[in-house]
């Protein structure tokens, strides 16, 4: 066993040597060393003075030798799900890189000379042991992508707010407290899922698109100074009513604010009158208010895992609604004016009491699903189905 695993050993670096080799013979612009179960690198790679590409991701490295920095014509590095614990300050002399990929690994600290690659585009740190961010950070005048997710990060450094292209940043599953981010003119997704959140200060954020929130501690949104908000996730909150500050989110098409302790919408709903998808499952809503035929553009509504008795007629004078979920509630009737939603694709009455259904409803024009279980209905002839249930 001992003998086969030398040979197999042997035969490995044969290949590597040979890919190595080639790639310096033609000039290569990339090599792909992923996958190869490398616990070091080979010298051989200074040679490829011409390499702008080095992929090194699912190896076992736990350091990079100080060699791979003699490639500065290199744009892009990606050593995902490694072993490395520290990155070596030399990282500075690959003054080119506009990409470089280390998540997956065991990294607590980032070196002070990270803000030195001002070529920068993507920096990608998920999933690693980080603690914080070096304050350099804000030297990547051109940084567009900062994905930072799954680390424990505490705070964040001031000078974030120094990054004019920053256009996303992943921050989902740390341990920020307080969030503070304003003058980052570009920034379009921003992501704090998962975090203890007490204090978020947004402003001057005029292309934000996407904001996820979603299971952290907030009782109090201040939104009003994001006027391209189209996107907003609250999941898994303590919100018992819907933050008045969303209602002033004009340009929003889809919320989702699932999982809270939401007792009524207000009248003031209606203003989100651009809303295409909207996600009230697993409150405690009791009832749905007229004011919700406002919601002229809905496509899909889930309203399902609540208290709701009845739905009122309102609901089905929404002309582009296409997936109702209605499941896991008290409902006892559906009223015949479903037969209304002309574009309706899929029904979910699961979990509730009805016990007939209007007739014809399965020859609804567009309808291709319904689910009728957990229902005590009454025997269904089998030739009324042109769906799956």
Known sequence: MVVQSELATTLQNRKLFQL??????????????????????????AQLSKLRWLELSHNHLSTLLPKIFRLTKLEGLTVNGNR??????????LLRLQRLELKDNQLTLLPTELG??????????????????????????????????????????KSVCLLPDLNRFGLSDNQLNNVTLHHNPQLERL????????HLNLHHLPKLERLNLSGTRLQHLKLNALPGLQRLYLV???????????????????????????QMIPDTFAHLNHLERLNLSNNNLTEIPNNIIHLQELEWLDLSGNQLRELPPALFELPHL???????????????????????????????????LPENVFMMPQLQRIDLQENPLKQIACQQLRVSL
């Open 236 to 262: 898994s909150n303590h919100f018992s009513q819907i933050p008045e500050d969303i209602l002033g989110l004009e340009n929003l098409v889809w919320l989702d604010i699932s999982h809270n302790n939401i």
């Open 20 to 45: 190595i080799t080639e790639a310096a013979r033609t000039g290569a612009p990339v090599l792909d060393l992923s996958n190869k179960q490398l616990p070091t690198l080979p010298v051989e790679i």
């Open 84 to 93: 490395l614990s520290s990155l070596p300050t030399d990282i500075s002399r």
């Open 322 to 356: 296409q997936r109702l979920d209605i499941s896991h509630n008290q409902i006892q009737h559906l009223p015949v004016e479903v037969m209304q939603l002309n574009e309706l694709q899929r029904l979910d009455l699961r979990g509730n009491q009805i016990r007939e």
């Open 191 to 198: 992501d704090l899922s998962r975090n203890p959140l007490t």
């Open 116 to 157: 030195e690659l001002t070529t920068l585009q993507k920096l990608e740190l998920r999933n690693n042991l980080l603690t914080e961010l070096p304050e350099s950070i804000g030297q990547l005048k051109h940084l567009q992508i900062l994905e930072a997710g799954n680390n424990r990060l505490r705070q964040l450094p």
